[in-house]
């Protein structure tokens, strides 16, 4: 009778795997990376390559609604962060699904997608730093990250992939410590939007760990990337370019 059961609960088991089978490959250990199936490859082409043009078109809006040089440096920052950001996360799942047997193209283009995260979020952060009044202090915050930028990018490029937890806690740190002088700024519009959109990144982050355990988790946080930096965007043109009546009952 046991046995009967404990065969019914396998087939019960397989069947779900061969349904699951085309969406999702099995989890990888931690020091592997996980192989996407061919759903979940174009899934991940499609859901940063869908958002290029878009942030390009809206780093562009921010440059012609600039008021003085400044707010035009902070928009070429933001926008080529943002665009580089889908741009390199594309070419990377691109190589990633369609020529991953040149290992070491793939790789270089792995580096780069991990690099560019750095200076996405020093570019995110920019525009707060460069047009908000702030502290003695915390001014140099404005220099500060893309200082903690580069390092980033050195650590990926000379220890990829090896200690995926100190990766992800350098991402964490980067994220985390602009956001105290954030936090620290007289004029505090815009920084609830700020704030929700980093809960969007933090519980992506959920996803991104969940490879071979939810089908399109990579997709799925691509997704949560994609609204964390849409809510930036919008609390950005709001609160920091937008001229005119909207601007003054912010301040
Ligand atoms: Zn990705």
């Known amino acids: 009778m046991r046995a009967r059961t404990e065969n019914a609960h396998k087939h019960e088991m397989d069947l779900k795997k061969t349904k699951l089978g085309r969406f999702m490959n099995c989890r990888v250990p931690a020091s592997k990376r996980y192989q996407p199936t061919e759903y979940e490859h174009a899934a991940n082409c499609a859901t940063h390559g869908f958002w290029i043009l878009p942030s390009l078109l809206g780093g562009s809006v921010l440059y012609f609604l600039s008021m003085d040089q400044w707010h035009r440096v902070a928009a070429w920052l933001y926008g080529s962060g943002l665009t580089g ?6 070419l ?39 047009l908000r009044e ?24 000379f220890f990829h992939e090896r200690y995926k937890l100190v990766e992800l806690l350098g991402y964490v740190a980067m994220g985390a ?13 815009g920084v609830c939007e700020l704030a929700v959109g980093g809960v969007f990144y933090v519980v992506g982050v959920v996803f991104f760990k969940s490879d071979g355990l939810v089908p399109f ?13 849409t809510v930036h965007y919008y609390a950005i043109w709001r609160y920091l370019y937008v001229p005119g009546p909207l601007l003054q009952t912010s301040r």
């Open 85 to 90: 950001l889908f741009v390199t996360s594309t």
């Open 92 to 130: 990377f799942h691109t190589a990633a699904w369609k020529i991953s047997h040149l290992r070491k193209v793939e790789q270089r283009f792995h580096m780069c997608d991990r690099m560019a995260i750095y200076f996405f979020i020093a570019s995110s952060y920019s525009p707060w730093l460069m």
């Open 134 to 157: 702030l502290g003695p202090w915390a001014c140099h915050m404005r220099w500060l990250i893309w200082v903690m930028a580069c390092i980033g990018s050195m650590y990926v490029f």
């Open 177 to 189: 410590v602009p956001a105290l002088v954030i936090l620290s700024m007289v004029d505090r519009a």
């Open 217 to 229: 988790a990579h997709a799925i946080w691509h997704l949560f990337v994609a609204v964390g930096a």
